[in-house]
């Protein structure tokens, strides 16, 4: 794995996976844009997720919410009254930091000074203005969460999915929050992707669908390639519960710049749709929620045995995209030292994470008939529908090797003087890992790429 932040920041940026936001005007703090092998391993990461929580499950729905959503759906979540951090100003050098961050809340993480504020509530959400009136209503916020927009769907999807207890709704999208302090390159950032589910489940069942949860979650990071001794849990108690947990286990993991939280697995309880329903009082909710005098939905499901209405208890795993990102870059970061006494660096994704799946590179440049296998086999292999297929015509093919390794390119094919003369059109397949070359007929290409990435 990596060992500092930097090394990642480098890779980053020399290879087009992640550059700082608003570069050319000095850069923007907390925002970064994903650059063309960015976007491939952020894509590759959701359609992972998705197939585990939508596809290979028969209990989840799916949704794409609004970003923008009525002002109201954050006066009844509580994150207009309570979505808050800590902050504390420095009145030397006019820095602003998170008090719950700061090595000793009275003195300056910046200057040392104990000239600081006392610590006072700072609400993360970014207000916006709705409309072309600017006025005392016409403000909502930008979403601190996508999970609003699913528990505010809630009747929408029952109603179109007959679903019955238990059952989840699954959702991916950005959200926004005004960090005091963003930092650690894209761990902690004030515009990220987050990957929820929210699993609705009878009350008395919360606790075993919680443990669950951990579990499957803790193996999915797994699956996509982190090691279990980079992987830690942390139960979340007191003051640090959000205002809507009734427990929450953090899944930790091991950043360059140390543990730390790469998902949370929250019990929401009924909080959230007895926030959110009409007629409150008929439901007998546990959460202590505000008065809803807006709502005009009920948030309950038939429990079709005792014949009743009842609000669900909601267990939520919630992960960052991005950060989900960062750790899956640290862990494939690898620098190996070769036979020959040089040196490479390979990211060692899994296959199904890769932001290139093959890259197929002609080795004579300008001998037409090499250069037109090599296209025929690129354009067969990207209807197999695994990803990026790279046709990459440099002919220099050992820069090339070692750039799909830093890159994390799992296969690289090259077509030769072999392939246009000999029986059978034999091409040069090379693993990224064992460096290992073997010959495989171009007809057989296909079948041995689907092999490799489908298992
Ligand atoms: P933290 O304590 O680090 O601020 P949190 O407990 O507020 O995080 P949650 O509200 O549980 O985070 O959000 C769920 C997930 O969303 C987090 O586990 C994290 O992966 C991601 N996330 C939250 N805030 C940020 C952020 N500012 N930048 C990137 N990802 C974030």
């Given amino acids: 794995p990596a060992k500092t932040m930097d090394e990642l920041v480098s890779l980053c940026k020399r290879r087009g996976f992640i550059f700082q936001g608003s570069e050319i005007y000095g850069g923007m703090q907390g925002a970064y844009d994903y650059g063309p092998l960015g976007v491939e391993l952020k894509n590759n990461i959701k359609s992972a997720w998705w197939r585990s929580m939508v596809y290979e499950r028969d209990d989840v729905e799916g949704l ?96 179109s999915t007959s679903r019955t207890l238990p059952f989840g709704i699954a959702q991916i999208g950005k959200s926004f929050r005004n960090e005091i302090t963003p930092r650690n390159f894209i761990f902690r950032v004030r515009e990220f992707e987050q990957m929820e589910l929210e699993f609705f489940c009878k009350p008395g069942e919360d606790e075993k669908w919680h443990d669950t949860w951990v579990a ?33 286990v953090d899944i930790l993991y091991k950043f360059p710049h140390g543990f730390e939280e790469l998902e949370g697995v929250a019990n929401r309880t009924d909080y959230d749709l007895g926030s959110h329903t009409k007629a409150q009082d008929e439901f007998g909710l546990s959460a202590k929620v505000k008065k809803n005098e807006h709502s005009t939905a009920k ?44 040196s490479r660096i390979v990211l060692k994704f899994k296959p199904h994470l890769a932001p290139i799946k093959v890259a197929i590179m002609p080795l004579k440049k300008n001998k037409p008939e090499i250069v037109a296998l090599a296209k025929e086999l690129k354009n067969k292999l990207q209807k197999l529908g695994l990803g990026r297929i790279l046709y990459e015509n440099t002919g220099n093919v050992g820069k090339g090797y070692r750039r799909h390794d830093e890159v994390g390119t799992p296969i690289c094919v090259t077509v030769d003087f072999d392939s246009i003369e000999k029986e059978g059109a034999p091409v040069t397949v090379r693993d990224r890992d064992t460096m290992e070359q073997i010959t495989v007929p171009a007809a057989d290409l296909p079948a041995y790429v689907i092999n490799y990435f489908i298992n």
């Avoid at 009136?133 to 916020?141: A, G, I």
């Avoid at 948030?299 to 669900?312: F, G, H, Q, T, Y």
């Fill in 299 to 342: 948030l309950a499901i038939r429990d079709l045995e005792a014949n009743k209405w009842e609000v669900p208890f909601c267990i939520e795993p919630s992960a960052g995209l991005d950060r989900g990102l960062l750790a899956i870059m640290t862990e494939a970061y690898t620098e190996e030292k070769l036979e020959n006494g040089s």
């Fill in 216 to 248: 499957l979650r803790k193996q999915w990071w797994l699956d996509q390639g982190l090691a279990e001794e980079n992987i830690e849990f942390e139960y979340v108690t007191g003051d640090d519960l959000a205002h809507y947990s009734k427990s929450t």
């Fill in 64 to 159: 794409d919410a609004a970003i923008v959503q009525n002002k109201h759906v954050y006066k009844y979540s509580g994150h207009e009254d309570t979505f808050t951090d800590p902050m504390v100003d420095c009145h030397e050098c006019k820095s602003r930091m998170r008090a719950d961050h700061m090595k000793d809340i009275k003195v300056c993480d910046n200057c040392g000074s104990d000239n600081v504020t006392e610590p006072r509530d700072f609400n993360l959400m970014f207000k916006t203005n709705v409309g072309p009136m600017v006025n005392e209503e016409s403000y909502t916020y930008l979403r601190p969460e996508t999970a609003q927009g699913i528990f505010t769907n809630f009747k929408n999807v029952v109603d």
